[in-house]
C-alpha cells in the first residue's frame, strides 16, 4: 500500500500564501509524477499542477504565475507554494502520485486525503 499525506491548508486572507505539503510512503519502488488537483463544491476535481521525476513541471492556466510546484528533498515529496491567492481558489486540495509499487510491473496512481484552503475576501 502508498499512503499520502498532506498538510499546509487553511485559512487565509486573499492576496496571501499557502505551502502545500505532501509525503508519500510505503511500497514504492518509483514516482513517476506527483501533483495537486482541487475541488470546489459543486464542481469537478480538476488540475492544479504537477512534477514528473524529471523535474518538468505543468500547471494550470488560472494558476501560473501564483503557484510553484517543487519536488522536495526528501524522497516523494512534493511542495505548491501558493502566493497571491484569491476566493476562487478555495477547495480542497488533493495530492497525486503515480506510482510504481515494488514486485508490480505497473503504475498506479493514489491520492491523498485532501486539505481545506480557503480564501476570504
Known amino acids: 500500500q502508498v499512503q499520502l499525506v498532506e498538510s499546509g491548508g487553511g485559512l487565509v486572507q486573499a492576496g496571501g500564501s499557502l505551502r502545500l505539503s505532501c509525503a508519500a510512503s510505503?511500497?514504492?519502488?518509483?514516482?513517476?509524477?506527483m501533483g495537486w488537483y482541487r475541488q470546489a463544491p459543486g464542481k469537478q476535481r480538476e488540475l492544479v499542477a504537477t512534477?514528473?521525476?524529471?523535474?518538468?513541471?505543468k500547471y494550470a492556466d488560472s494558476v501560473k504565475g501564483r503557484f510553484t510546484i517543487s519536488k522536495g528533498n526528501a524522497r516523494d515529496t512534493v511542495h505548491l507554494q501558493m502566493n497571491s491567492l484569491k476566493p476562487e481558489d478555495t477547495a480542497a486540495y488533493y495530492c497525486?502520485?503515480?506510482?510504481?509499487?515494488?514486485?508490480?510491473?505497473?503504475?498506479?496512481?493514489?491520492w491523498g486525503q485532501g486539505t481545506q484552503v480557503t480564501v476570504s475576501s
Open positions: 497525486n502520485a503515480n506510482v510504481l509499487p515494488h514486485g508490480s510491473s505497473y503504475s498506479r496512481n493514489y
Open positions: 510505503g511500497n514504492i519502488f518509483s514516482t513517476n509524477t
Open positions: 512534477v514528473t521525476s524529471g523535474g518538468s513541471t
